[in-house]
C-alpha cells in the first residue's frame, strides 16, 4: 500500500467517525444552517444531519478509492480541492446557502483538510519496481 492510499484510508475512517460522532449531536432531523445556530461537535464545529451525511459519503468514497493508487491520488486531489471551495465559501456564505453549516471554525477546519488532502494528492509518487538492467 502507497502513502496515498494509507491518507485515503485514513482519512475515509475519520470523516465516517466524524460524520457518524455528528448524528449525535444533530440526530436525524436538524436541518440548521447558520453556524451560530447549529449544533456544535466537540463546541467547536457546527454541523446539521446534511453536513454529517456529507463526512460520511467523503468517508466511504476514502475507503472505496484506497484500493489503489490511482483511485486514492484522484480522492486525495478533488477531495483537497472541494474542501479548499468548502472554505472560502464558509467565508462568503456561512450558512452554505441555506443548506449546511460552513462558517465560523469549520472555515479553518476546511482549510487545513483541504490543503493536507490537495497537497498530498498533488504531490504523490506511485512505488515502481525497480527496472532491471538488460544485458548489452
Do not use: C, K
Not at 472505496?64 to 491520488?73: L, M
Request: glycine share 12%; aromatic share 10%.
Amino acid at each position: 500500500m502507497t502513502t496515498i492510499q494509507r491518507v485515503a484510508l485514513i482519512f475515509g475512517i475519520v470523516f465516517i467517525l466524524v460524520g457518524l460522532y455528528g448524528f449525535t449531536a444533530t440526530g436525524m432531523s436538524n436541518m440548521e444552517a447558520d453556524p451560530a445556530r447549529a449544533p456544535q461537535l466537540l463546541g467547536l464545529f457546527a454541523v446539521n444531519v446534511l453536513h454529517n451525511v456529507v463526512h460520511v459519503l467523503f468517508g466511504i468514497w476514502g475507503l472505496a478509492a484506497s484500493r489503489t493508487y490511482s483511485g486514492a491520488r484522484s480522492y486525495a486531489r478533488i477531495a483537497g480541492a472541494l474542501y479548499l471551495v468548502l472554505a472560502v465559501l464558509g467565508l462568503i456564505v456561512p450558512n452554505g446557502f441555506g443548506l449546511a453549516p460552513l462558517g465560523g471554525n469549520d472555515v479553518w477546519l476546511h482549510l487545513v483538510l483541504g490543503l493536507v488532502l490537495a497537497g498530498m494528492g498533488f504531490t504523490a509518487r506511485e512505488l515502481r519496481p525497480p527496472v532491471a538492467a538488460s544485458a548489452v
